[in-house]
């Protein structure tokens, strides 16, 4: 999906701090229709399909350590989030 | 989620967040906000990447937004099997812990409910309310809509027979509230025995779940001055029995649920010039 593909926002308005409303009266620091602000709706892919395994995930955590997803729930049901970031 | 963990690991559900962020930032996170669930560091957006989920809305080049995920959950079995799972397109969205935590225990998580609305139509009674007590600005939750079907009747699922009406609930579309597909119970099949066709069919009692959400535009006050966003829509369905259907039926309603106008405040955690910096520099290359 190319960015030209996507129509502007007729929502786009800037408000005096800066941040923009997007038509759900979202405020984030870009413009309605660029980037991240734009509105996939329709098809968007959502990765492994229900009744797939989850595939391994091994990465770094906040504490420094390595952990195994699959290893560290050891046997326990799980939810795995993925969000934009702790940052912003 | 932190607010919540405690009834996750009460019901022995392994909880962990993963992002972009680097491990450091994440740390300074953790410890600003007292979180004791892994928050899991994916700097290169590698794994993101391996699950097919890198929000193809950013530019390669759109420093630092480029590679963060379409934002979601997956919610796994004891064998690590994926049972659920909850995605959204719009960044900004995410899931309640109420819907991951139903998902997880794979049964209802009774709430304290906001408000419902219910009538009956001939045979067929239901009730519409809003599973929470609250819509906050980005939580995403659900709408319910129960149908209780008598003995010896059921209604069409998907596909529904030529000259049928399929059971359905549809929103009216206002500015500010998003509607996610509805989430509709497996249907069962039912063979007539005169044609010998096999019919998709719900019986007995039928939820559907409609995830909502708002970014407080819609949000208006009641007469009571109290903040509340208005949901109107429309349950659709026909009911038969194995010799003779009903007319279809279409039962417009009306909800107005407590809402929160302002998006959460999210005030900036320890070190965020320097998280953010790096993050903006980590991709560019070296000479540039």
Known sequence: MSQAEHDPSPYAVKHESGMWEDKFGGLGPFKPGSGPRQDPFGEFPTGPAIGEQLPDIVAMSHTGSEVDVHADRSGRRAVVVFYRSAVW | ?288
């Open chain 2, 1 to 288: 989620m932190q607010d919540h963990i405690k009834n996750f690991a009460d019901a022995g559900i392994a909880v962990y967040a993963l992002s972009y962020d680097e491990p450091d930032a994440l740390a300074d996170y953790a410890s600003g906000h007292g979180v004791t669930f892994p928050l899991l560091s994916d700097p290169n957006s590698e794994i993101i990447e391996r699950f097919g989920i890198l929000n193809t809305l950013t530019d390669p080049d759109d420093h630092p937004w480029y590679g963060i995920p379409f934002p979601g959950s997956y919610v796994v079995d004891e064998g690590g099997t994926i049972i659920d799972k909850f995605f959204e397109s719009s960044f900004m969205l995410r899931p309640s812990a109420d819907q991951l935590l139903r998902a997880a225990l794979g049964e209802a998580v009774e709430q304290p409910r906001a408000e419902r609305t219910a009538g009956a139509s001939e045979d067929v009674t239901f009730d519409v309310s809003f599973d929470g007590q609250m819509l906050n600005a980005g939580v995403v939750r659900d709408l319910v809509v129960k149908l209780n079907v008598p003995q010896g009747f059921h209604l069409y699922g998907e596909p529904v027979p030529d000259g049928m009406v399929a059971t359905s609930v549809e929103i009216d579309d206002q500015v500010g509230l998003v509607v996610n597909a509805p989430r509709l119970p497996p249907t069962s099949p039912l063979t007539l025995a005169g044609t010998g066709e096999t019919l998709q069919v719900f019986d007995g009692d039928v939820e559907i779940r409609i995830p909502i959400a708002h970014m407080t535009r819609g949000v208006t006050e009641d007469d009571a001055g109290n903040l509340v966003i208005a949901v109107t829509g429309t349950i659709r369905w026909q009911s038969c029995d194995v010799h003779t259907c009903q007319l279809p039926r279409h039962e417009p309603f009306a909800l107005s649920i407590p809402a929160a106008r302002h998006n959460s405040p999210r005030g900036k955690d320890a070190n965020f010039s320097e998280h953010f910096a790096k993050m903006s520099s980590r991709r560019l290359p070296a000479n540039e």
